[in-house]
């Protein structure tokens, strides 16, 4: 058995929208600053819900509701 060469995933690093979960695309038109990190959102809603309260969010300790 020769070792196996795993496949390298070089293609564009798909990004979380911290607010739903979803996967966004680097190219998203909504996106903010935030600590020096680019967050991208799926949409103007995700990203106004993001502004709102980005600490939440970003912990991953936001309440269930
Ligand atoms: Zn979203």
Do not use: I, W
Request: glycine share 4%; charged share 20%.
């Amino acid at each position: 058995m020769s070792s196996q060469s795993e496949a390298v995933n070089d293609s564009v690093t798909q990004l979380k929208d911290p607010v739903c979960g979803m996967q966004v695309s680097q190219d998203s038109e909504f996106h903010t600053v935030y600590n020096d990190q680019t967050l991208r959102f799926c949409s103007e809603h995700c990203l106004h819900k993001f502004k709102v309260d980005p600490d939440t969010y970003l912990t991953g300790t936001a309440p269930e509701h």
